[in-house]
C-alpha cells in the first residue's frame, strides 16, 4: 500500500474515469511533475464509474455548442480504439432510437438533424429497416440508427486505467478521505498533504470541496438514483440498444433497453430523486445533514414545479415498480415481460448538479478553477464515453491557469 506523501505537485481527489484520465493527462503534461490521486473508497471507480450501464454514446443527442457534443464523438472514437488495443471487451451492437407515434417521427429528424451537425454517423431508417436491425423493436414509420454506439465492462475498463495511472509513476492511493484545506494543504483521515495544484474530480462530493476554495458559490448536487432490471433471457437475446426518443429539455434519457458488453440484457434506468447523496440501499452511507439539505432542495423544487420537477419526481418514482418499468420498455421491444425482468441491478446516482439561481438542472458538462485549484462539479453521461479527450482538454485548461500566473 503506498502511503500518503508529505508533498505532491499535483493532487487530485476522486478515483473516477475522469479523476484517473486527468491525473494521467497531467503526468504526460507535466512530466517531472509529481502526481497523487486520492480516493476515499478501498477501490477505485466505486461510483458512478463502475455503476454505468458501459454504453458508449455517439453524441447525438447533445446541442452543437455543448461541450458534451464535442467531446462524445471522439470519446467514442478514443475508447474504442482504446479497448481493441487493450484487448478489452467491447459489444459495437449499435443503438436503435424509435417512436411510438407521429410527434415522436419529428423528434427522430431533429435528433439526425444535430447528429449530422455533431458530424457522427447516424441515418434515419425506415421501420423495415429497423426490424431487420433488431427483430424485436417496435417502430412508427421511422427509426434512428446509429451504428457507433457500444457498449463496454466498465469495472474492466476502469481496472486497465488505473494500470495505467500506476504505470506512469502516478501515486493512485485509495482509503483516503478529504476533510478540509488551508493554503493548498489537504487535511485528510490518513494526514495532511501539501500540494502544488488541487485537482476536484470527486463526483458526488465536487460541489463540497468546491466550496472550501471559494467556488461552487450557487451549486449543489441533487442526487438521481438509477436503477436497470436485468433480463433471465440469454445473451445475445437483443442485437442493439433500443432508445426510446427523449425529451430534449432534460437531461434523462428515458427507460430503454442494454445490450452489455458480454450480451446480456437490462431496461432501465430510473432517475429518482434521492434522498441523500450515496442513497444506494436501504440506510447505508446515511448522513442526516444530507437528508435535510437535499430534501429542503426537493421539496422547494416540487412547490415551485421548476423545470417541471414534479411531473419528473412523480413519473420516476412510479418506476420503483419494476411492472412499470417492463411496460415502459414492453413499448420499444416485443416479448419483454415481467417474468423476464425480475431482478434489480446494482445501483448507481448520477452526481447531477443544480444551479440555485437559476433553479435549473445544469445540463452540460461544468467546471470552475484558478492558479491554485481547479474544480470539475458537473460530470454526468455522457462523461464516461468523452473521459479521454475531456480530459485531455482539461488538462489544457489547467496548463492555462498555471501559466497566466507564471507569466504574472
Not at 74 to 101: D, F, H, P
Not at 221 to 241: C, D, Q, R, V, W
Not at 357 to 379: C, I, M, P, W, Y
Request: aromatic share 8%; with cysteine; proline share 4%.
Amino acid at each position: 500500500m503506498i502511503s500518503l506523501p508529505k508533498t505532491t505537485d499535483f493532487l487530485v481527489i476522486g478515483g473516477g474515469v475522469m479523476g484517473v484520465t486527468l491525473a494521467l493527462n497531467l503526468k504526460n503534461r507535466f512530466t517531472d511533475s509529481s502526481v497523487t490521486l486520492i480516493e476515499k473508497e478501498e477501490k477505485f471507480g466505486m461510483h458512478a464509474s463502475g455503476r454505468n450501464s458501459g454504453v458508449l454514446h455517439a453524441g447525438f443527442y447533445y446541442t452543437a455548442d455543448s461541450l458534451k457534443a464535442r467531446f462524445t464523438r471522439e470519446g467514442n472514437r478514443a475508447w474504442t480504439k482504446y479497448c481493441q488495443e487493450k484487448e478489452l471487451a467491447i459489444n459495437q451492437c449499435g443503438k436503435l432510437v424509435v417512436a411510438k407515434n407521429g410527434a415522436e417521427v419529428r423528434e427522430l429528424k431533429k435528433l439526425h438533424l444535430r447528429g449530422i451537425k455533431n458530424d457522427v454517423d447516424v441515418e434515419l431508417i425506415s421501420a423495415s429497416e429497423a426490424i431487420e436491425i433488431e427483430p424485436r423493436a417496435k417502430t412508427i414509420q421511422q427509426a434512428l440508427f446509429s451504428p457507433t454506439t457500444s457498449s463496454v465492462n466498465p469495472s474492466e475498463l476502469m481496472r486497465s486505467i488505473v494500470k495505467d495511472a500506476e504505470d506512469a509513476g502516478i501515486r493512485m492511493i485509495p482509503d483516503v478521505t478529504y476533510l478540509d484545506q488551508t493554503n493548498n494543504t489537504i487535511r485528510t483521515n490518513k494526514g495532511s498533504i501539501q500540494c502544488g495544484y488541487i485537482v476536484n474530480t470527486a463526483g458526488l462530493y465536487a460541489d463540497r470541496i468546491a466550496k472550501d476554495f471559494g467556488y461552487s458559490e450557487h451549486y449543489t448536487m441533487l442526487p438521481f438514483k438509477g436503477l436497470y432490471l436485468h433480463s433471465a433471457e440469454p445473451a445475445g437475446s437483443f442485437n442493439t440498444h433500443i432508445y426510446p426518443v427523449p425529451d430534449l429539455n432534460n437531461p434523462f434519457l428515458g427507460v430503454h433497453v442494454t445490450v452489455s458488453a458480454d450480451q446480456t440484457v437490462h431496461i432501465g434506468p430510473t432517475a429518482i430523486p434521492a434522498l441523500w447523496r450515496e442513497n444506494y440501499h436501504g440506510l447505508a452511507n446515511f448522513k442526516l445533514e444530507e437528508l435535510v439539505g437535499i430534501s429542503k432542495q426537493e421539496v422547494a423544487l416540487l412547490i415551485r414545479n421548476d423545470f417541471d420537477f414534479r411531473r419528473l419526481a412523480l413519473s420516476e418514482i412510479q418506476k420503483y415498480r419494476k411492472n412499470k418499468m417492463v411496460d415502459l420498455a414492453s413499448e420499444l421491444a416485443t416479448g419483454i415481460t415481467p417474468e423476464n425482468f425480475k431482478t434489480w441491478g446494482k445501483p448507481g446516482i448520477r452526481a447531477q448538479l443544480l444551479d440555485t439561481q437559476k433553479r435549473t438542472l445544469v445540463n452540460d458538462f461544468l467546471f470552475e478553477g484558478d492558479n491554485r485549484s481547479f474544480h470539475l462539479l458537473n460530470a454526468v453521461s455522457p462523461a464516461f464515453t468523452c473521459a479521454l479527450p475531456f480530459s485531455s482538454w482539461l488538462g489544457g485548461k489547467i496548463q492555462e491557469l498555471i501559466n497566466k500566473s507564471l507569466r504574472h
